[in-house]
């Protein structure tokens, strides 16, 4: 189950939002061909992904920014690239191009503090733009709780298409980071739960000021939650397979 897109059209290109896919995947490119080679990723994350037991040594307060544009695969890449694709634009629309980026960028580096205080001895790098990236669903959850999202739910040979309120799917992703940070060992590697969360509450947090000069909850009275537009509706193509006549046939046929 997962999210293809929303229902939450934004009034401008968004540029940042592209600029940020772009610098993301261009950088993933640019070391993928080293990453069979243990020796030369690991000496590559050394340089540049998060590791809390540096920081706690006074060192790599760079990695804080660096870490989150490096990914440690192609569905880790794809993952948070479709999702910042989906939150980004609408986040991007009502903050501006400048304040949308720094929102990112501080959105990332709470994440990686809250990484960092989970398990500051920790050698275990980290990376991804997972964290700056719940920081904008952080902000979408505070801005647009109502508004549609399409989820693909994929079951065996059974898929469908359901459109849901962005907070129930925003919610139960939330709760999913917060419970595998409390049954994880940040030692052990893996998923960044701590990072994800802190990232989300980081992000709900900044977004206040932009909630508050929108209304505050007087902003939720007169959207009820969906957003202050129309909302896009989408229906899926006809098929172009041709339909067979079920007519009964006698057994000459």
Do not use: C
């Not at 989906?86 to 990686?112: C, H, K, Q, R, S």
């Amino acid at each position: 189950m997962f999210p293809i897109r929303d229902h939450n059209p934004s009034g401008r290109t968004p540029y940042v939002t592209y600029f940020l896919m772009a610098a993301n995947i261009g950088i993933f490119l640019s070391y993928f061909g080293i990453m069979e080679d243990a020796r030369q990723i690991n000496a590559f994350w050394l340089d540049w992904a998060l590791i809390p037991a540096r920081l706690d040594d006074g060192q790599g307060s760079y990695t804080l920014v660096s870490s989150m544009f490096l990914h440690g695969g192609w569905w880790h890449l794809a993952g948070n690239m479709l999702f910042l694709y989906i939150f980004g634009d609408n986040i991007e629309d009502e903050m501006g191009p400048l304040g949308y980026g720094l929102f990112y960028l501080a959105a990332g580096v709470a994440a990686g503090w809250t990484q960092y205080f989970s398990a500051p001895l920790s050698t275990v790098p980290t990376v991804g733009a997972s964290g700056a990236i719940a920081g904008v669903m952080g902000a979408y959850l505070l801005l647009y709780p109502k508004a549609k999202v399409d989820i693909l739910i994929i079951f065996i040979v059974f898929f469908r298409i359901f459109p849901i309120p962005a907070w129930i799917i925003l919610a139960v992703w939330f709760a999913m980071q917060f419970a595998g940070g409390v049954g994880s060992d940040p030692d052990a590697g893996g998923v960044a739960y701590w990072a994800h969360a802190g990232g989300f509450v980081a992000g709900l947090i900044l977004a206040i000021p932009v909630w508050l000069k929108r209304g505050g909850p007087g902003y939720w009275q007169r959207t009820e939650g969906h957003p202050p537009h129309p909302e896009a509706h989408y229906k899926l193509a006809a098929s172009r397979i041709p339909k067979i006549s079920r007519r009964r046939r006698g057994p000459w046929n």
